[in-house]
């Protein structure tokens, strides 16, 4: 084979596994078996063995690689990666919408409601399309560039099929049933079990070595564009970025009135613990990006948009034991060893006791 035989195929190999990738990471499908899309990841390995000036970074070789870091880099966020105040019921979010609407001097607004996913939210850069840089949100001005670790996740694209610059928010999470699996086999090799999936989702990102983030199932849902794409509502981001490759939240609905963005957080709440994920509440956001901007940002996150979480999980459970832990300064802490009981997708076994 030539070079620039190799080339075309090594293009062509490129595309199928970006299409294949994309069916199983991010929509779900499979068109082809597991076995023929590694032997297509394996073709292409030994083309760019054979010619590896046309190894380039958006290749899928290149996911997992990498020296491990001595520290991370700083970065500074193109523009500001704020979180969203909290409230927990319904007439807050009336209060809420009575603010805005005398703020704004706006009536009649839309919103456009999600669910909240208990995550590690990240920014994804892409340069004419090829993702170049990620980072954690830190102190929501400056993060920490962790490219190579989020390189790792599948249902991350390393290329876009429009060759645009712009950013991508969203969160690093584990599903449930990868959290159980991953628990039984650090078990088996004597190792302590994770606490719950989103530590395990900013440990495996925050790791100065690549390969233990590839090493675990991590997985990503975008939330944000942040790329001006002709786009008037924050609905339409989310089609742009379905559009683009990227999972988003299938749940999510234009809601025209506080009571329908109530009825949604309901109905979300009883699927709660059918969903494949742990979620810890809705997001509730104005919908009109002109709106949006015009409110502004207040405290913590913009007013534009609430949090509106559930109450925490509760399970009755029996103390086998109660043990007495010494801390690094004397201090004596009485622990309950606990029949295992799984609590909002968690497994606990141990609980610290206020006082004897």
């Known amino acids: 084979m030539t070079k620039e035989e190799a080339r075309k195929r090594i293009e062509k190999l490129k595309k199928l596994i970006n299409h294949h990738r994309n069916l199983y990471h991010v929509l779900d499908r499979q068109e082809i078996s597991d076995s023929a899309f590694d032997s297509l990841k394996h073709e292409l390995w030994k083309l760019e063995q054979q010619f ?3 190894i380039t970074p958006d290749s899928p070789t290149q996911r997992v690689g990498g020296e491990p870091l001595s520290k991370f880099e700083k970065v500074r966020h193109s523009a500001p990666m704020l979180s969203s105040e909290d409230g927990f019921e319904e007439q807050e979010l009336k209060d809420w919408e009575e603010y805005i609407v005398k703020l704004s001097g706006e009536k009649n607004l839309e919103y456009f409601a999600e669910m909240k996913i208990d995550g590690f939210a990240v920014s994804l850069v892409y340069e004419r399309g090829v993702f170049v840089r990620g980072a954690t949100r830190g102190n929501g001005q400056i993060g920490e560039d962790v490219t190579q670790n989020l390189k790792t996740i599948e249902s991350i694209p390393l290329r876009l099929e429009e060759g645009r610059d712009i950013e991508v928010r969203g969160e690093v999470y584990m599903t449930k ?13 004597g190792e302590e079990s994770f606490a719950n999936p989103r530590n395990v989702a900013a440990g495996s990102i925050r790791q100065l070595d690549p390969k233990v983030a590839a090493s675990r199932p991590l997985r990503f849902m975008a939330y944000d564009l942040v790329a001006d794409l002709g786009q008037k509502l924050h609905s339409e981001e989310h089609e742009m970025l379905r559009t683009l490759g990227f999972k988003t939240d ?3 609905k234009i809601c025209k009135t506080v009571e329908e963005m109530w009825r949604y957080r309901k109905e979300i709440e009883k699927r709660r613990n059918s969903l494949p994920f742990l979620i810890d509440g809705i997001v509730a956001s104005v919908n009109k990006n ?3 901007e015009k409110l502004g940002v207040a405290g913590k996150g913009p007013r534009a948009i609430r949090a ?29 060893i606990l029949e295992p009981v799984l609590v909002g997708g968690v497994t606990v076994s141990r609980a610290t006791l206020h006082n004897e």
Do not use: C, H, M, W
């Open 308 to 336: 509106v979480k559930f109450s925490g999980s509760q399970a009755a459970t029996k103390i086998l034991d109660i043990r007495l832990q010494v801390g690094r300064t004397g201090a004596i802490t009485p622990v309950a």
């Open 290 to 292: 002109d709106i949006f």
């Open 177 to 189: 049933k990868d959290f159980e699996k991953l628990n039984q086999e650090r078990k088996k090799k």
């Open 52 to 54: 590896p000036d046309l």
């Open 250 to 252: 299938a749940t999510a």
